[in-house]
């Protein structure tokens, strides 16, 4: 019987916890290149803070929109960029996966929508004062995803 293609996937963002997840994943889950692992690279650029005419925020002109646009798409090819390069360093191939909205919420989706058996994430280490106010992408993945995920800080 042939096994499974396991899918790994890891969340990244400009951060260093999230650079230094990757790396460790690379080293300890990746590390054996008999087996049959798929990398998988996910990026969640946050929603645009436009909002129409009836449901209140802010309203731009379409030349703006396209510069917010266009930023945030730049910020998420660098972000993939310098993660492939990390993965091509050990010549490890990936898949790039680029989603949009709140971060926790797009995370847990993508990883029941591609069905990945793991999901490694990098850790602020925000503290508990910071954690309540701020929220915590990384504990509420680790409650809510449907697979094991792996918390890794940063030493």
């Known amino acids: 019987m042939e096994e499974k293609e396991q899918k790994i996937m890891v969340a990244v963002d400009q951060s ?3 650079m230094h997840a990757l790396s460790w994943c690379l080293s300890n ?7 049959k692992k798929k990398l998988v690279l ?6 645009p ?10 309203v731009f002109s379409p030349e703006v929109i396209a510069a ?8 998420a090819n660098s972000v993939m960029d310098k993660a492939e390069a990390i993965c091509n360093a050990k ?7 680029i989603g949009m909205g709140d971060a926790k919420n797009v995370i847990c989706s993508t990883v029941l929508k591609l069905d990945a058996d ?8 925000y503290g508990f004062f910071k954690r309540t106010l701020f ?3 990384s504990d509420h993945c680790a409650k809510h995803a449907k697979c094991p995920v792996i918390i890794v800080k940063q030493p």
């Open 42 to 47: 996910l990026h969640v650029k946050p929603p």
């Open 91 to 97: 010549d490890i191939i990936t898949e790039r996966v």
């Open 118 to 125: 793991t999901l490694v994430m990098g850790s602020h280490g």
């Open 29 to 35: 889950l990746i590390s054996d290149t008999n087996n």
């Open 135 to 137: 929220g915590s992408v």
């Open 49 to 58: 803070a436009v909002r129409s005419f009836d449901t209140g925020g802010y």
């Open 68 to 75: 917010m646009e266009k930023y945030s798409m730049e910020l």
């Open 16 to 18: 260093q916890e999230s």
